[in-house]
């Protein structure tokens, strides 16, 4: 079996969304998600000018040695862009061994290790009262597990709250927009939060929360220890991922559990966090973390120190990468839960999907591969639009992180 040709479809259907397609001599093609929020054209022009030409020919059924040409061969490696690259190449290329095989990709990394897939979705309020409300409708709709973000008093813009009511989307039309932070305002207010969540639901319901990387370590190591009392699923990215031995300190204050990594795209961005048990929960998705073989590894490495997966899963990727996940996480033996914010409807036009959702867990179907197709005339009727994500200044004008 020969690779013969691979294209790049980029569409908008209500967001944008970058698909690798890779044929073969046999008729077989698989595909594989290269989106990168905010910057989805960076990693078009790398696969396109760069990947594909070196693919033609190749046997895609050595799935490894192409993994390592792409990321050993480059000299310049790492970073999101090459990485999304790379990760999607390696998806397409797990798809064709499924489809070539005639089974399902979790039966090719190990077969089942359970029967569904834990998932947490996005309760989002302006304040606490409408927060809880929200959380109330998740739990209705069968929702085990609920990320709290609320809108904080004196600020105006507040990660993961919608400005309109509608399914939060950060990245907006054109170029980036400025929203403001104040870092004491968030510390003072979120533990009332999740008192009160805790007062209303009781101690059934996995409490998780997303700090988006707006702490130094000894503010999180605070934030941490004042929200052991409600017991929370996980902390996610409570301090800027670079400096690893920044957990430390997070970690020697606080038993609350921690999650980071969904902007990682090596095992290299984990090995202290990994090492030192600085951390209990993995977020890099495999779009973006070196696609199904790198992550394998990673799964691995994290499981021998007690740490479990919490793949980032918003709309930001595509049902590629959610269904590839779901066969993941199927698979290994340390998942611990994957995040699922379901698509708008007019997703559901350009791909055709596999898994569905019921009373708080995902579930996949037994098709060949990964089991997503992708309807291309459709997609041509949803052309990209730019969009980017907001930056972020704290109130005093200072650049800070998003």
Not at 160 to 177: H, R, T
Not at 208 to 231: G, I, K, Q, S
């Given at each position: 079996?020969?690779?013969?040709?691979?294209?790049?479809?980029?569409?908008?259907?209500?967001?944008?969304?970058?698909?690798?397609?890779?044929?073969?001599?046999?008729?077989?093609?698989?595909?594989?998600?290269?989106?990168?929020?905010?910057?989805?054209?960076?990693?078009?022009?790398?696969?396109?000018?760069?990947?594909?030409?070196?693919?033609?020919?190749?046997?895609?059924?050595?799935?490894?040695?192409?993994?390592?040409?792409?990321?050993?061969?480059?000299?310049?490696?790492?970073?999101s862009v090459t990485m999304t690259a790379v990760s999607a190449i390696d998806m397409a290329l797990w798809d064709i061994k499924g489809k070539a095989l005639n089974t399902p990709l979790y039966n090719l990394i190990g077969g089942k290790s359970r029967n569904g897939i834990l998932v947490y979705c996005h309760a989002n309020?302006?304040?606490?009262?409408?927060?809880?409300?929200?959380?109330?409708?998740?739990?209705?709709?069968?929702?085990?597990?609920?990320?709290?973000?609320?809108?904080?008093?004196?600020?105006?813009?507040?990660?993961?709250?919608?400005?309109?009511?509608?399914?939060?989307?950060?990245?907006?039309?054109?170029?980036?927009?400025?929203?403001?932070?104040?870092?004491?305002?968030?510390?003072?207010?979120?533990?009332?939060?999740?008192?009160?969540?805790?007062?209303?639901?009781?101690?059934?319901?996995?409490?998780?929360?997303?700090?988006?990387?707006?702490?130094?370590?000894?503010?999180?190591?605070?934030?941490?220890?004042?929200?052991?009392?409600?017991?929370?699923?996980?902390?996610?990215?409570?301090?800027?991922?670079?400096?690893?031995?920044?957990?430390?300190?997070?970690?020697?204050?606080?038993?609350?559990?921690?999650?980071?990594?969904?902007?990682?795209?090596?095992?290299?961005?984990?090995?202290?966090?990994?090492?030192?048990?600085?951390?209990?929960?993995?977020?890099?998705?495999?779009?973006?973390?070196?696609?199904?073989?790198?992550?394998?590894?990673?799964?691995?490495?994290?499981?021998?120190?007690?740490?479990?997966?919490?793949?980032?899963?918003?709309?930001?990727?595509?049902?590629?990468?959610?269904?590839?996940?779901?066969?993941?996480?199927?698979?290994?033996?340390?998942?611990?839960?994957?995040?699922?914010?379901?698509?708008?409807?007019?997703?559901?036009?350009?791909?055709?999907?596999?898994?569905?959702?019921?009373?708080?867990?995902?579930?996949?179907?037994?098709?060949?591969?990964?089991?997503?197709?992708?309807?291309?005339?459709?997609?041509?009727?949803?052309?990209?639009?730019?969009?980017?994500?907001?930056?972020?200044?704290?109130?005093?004008?200072?650049?800070?992180?998003?």
């Amino acid at each position: 079996m020969k690779i013969t040709d691979a294209k790049v479809i980029v569409c908008s259907p209500g967001r944008n969304f970058v698909t690798l397609k890779i044929f073969t001599d046999e008729g077989i093609y698989g595909l594989g998600d290269a989106t990168l929020n905010g910057m989805e054209k960076a990693v078009v022009s790398y696969l396109e000018n760069y990947c594909v030409p070196a693919l033609i020919g190749k046997d895609p059924r050595n799935i490894e040695d192409i993994w390592h040409f792409f990321y050993k061969g480059a000299y310049w490696k790492r970073g999101s862009v090459t990485m999304t690259a790379v990760s999607a190449i390696d998806m397409a290329l797990w798809d064709i061994k499924g489809k070539a095989l005639n089974t399902p990709l979790y039966n090719l990394i190990g077969g089942k290790s359970r029967n569904g897939i834990l998932v947490y979705c996005h309760a989002n309020g302006r304040d606490a009262e409408e927060t809880i409300e929200k959380a109330g409708q998740k739990i209705e709709q069968g929702f085990r597990a609920i990320r709290l973000q609320s809108g904080i008093p004196g600020i105006e813009h507040t990660y993961g709250v919608s400005k309109d009511n509608k399914p939060y989307e950060p990245a907006e039309k054109g170029l980036a927009q400025t929203e403001y932070w104040d870092t004491a305002r968030y510390l003072n207010f979120i533990p009332s939060l999740f008192k009160k969540a805790r007062a209303e639901f009781g101690d059934d319901i996995h409490l998780l929360h997303d700090v988006h990387h707006r702490c130094t370590p000894v503010e999180a190591a605070r934030l941490a220890r004042e929200l052991e009392p409600y017991h929370l699923f996980w902390l996610e990215d409570p301090v800027s991922g670079e400096l690893q031995e920044g957990l430390r300190l997070i970690r020697s204050h606080s038993t609350t559990p921690i999650a980071i990594g969904e902007v990682f795209n090596s095992v290299y961005d984990y090995t202290t966090l990994i090492t030192e048990q600085l951390i209990d929960y993995i977020r890099m998705p495999l779009v973006h973390g070196g696609g199904i073989t790198h992550l394998l590894k990673v799964a691995s490495m994290a499981s021998v120190y007690h740490i479990q997966t919490g793949f980032h899963g918003a709309t930001d990727l595509s049902p590629v990468n959610m269904a590839a996940a779901i066969h993941f996480n199927m698979a290994i033996n340390n998942f611990g839960i994957q995040e699922y914010m379901p698509h708008q409807e007019i997703v559901n036009e350009v791909f055709k999907t596999n898994f569905n959702f019921d009373k708080g867990f995902l579930f996949i179907d037994d098709t060949p591969g990964i089991g997503v197709d992708i309807d291309e005339k459709k997609a041509a009727k949803y052309p990209y639009q730019m969009a980017s994500l907001p930056v972020n200044r704290k109130s005093d004008g200072t650049m800070f992180y998003w």
